[in-house]
């Protein structure tokens, strides 16, 4: 169970200096944003995985790298549309 949480940790951080790398702005997050952006890039990348490709024997599950990375995109514009307001 401790290394399914340092996992996603990793995975996160990883995936949100990507994320970082792909989509340079202004924004002000610190190491732990980046790392909760890839956390929940994962997530969304997971859920839209789930509506295309149909429903799998798990509710919720993470999406790959490719669909972190998009999902944290995704993530990332809505934060900023938000922002703007």
């Known amino acids: 169970m401790i290394f399914d949480?340092?996992?996603w940790v990793v995975f996160g951080l990883i995936a949100g200096a990507?994320?970082?790398l792909i989509t340079p702005g202004q924004?002000?997050?610190g190491c732990?944003?980046?790392m909760a952006l890839g956390i929940s890039g994962?997530?969304?990348g997971g859920y839209l995985g789930h509506?295309?490709?149909g429903p799998a024997d798990t509710p919720s599950r993470p999406a790959g790298f490719?669909?972190?990375v998009l999902g944290g995109i995704l993530v990332l514009f809505v934060v900023r549309l938000l922002?703007?307001?």
């Open 18 to 20: 990507v994320i970082r």
């Open 51 to 53: 509506l295309i490709s």
């Open 32 to 34: 732990l944003g980046t």
């Open 42 to 44: 994962s997530l969304v």
């Open 5 to 7: 949480m340092v996992g």
């Open 83 to 85: 922002k703007r307001k």
């Open 27 to 29: 924004d002000r997050l």
């Open 66 to 68: 490719i669909g972190a």
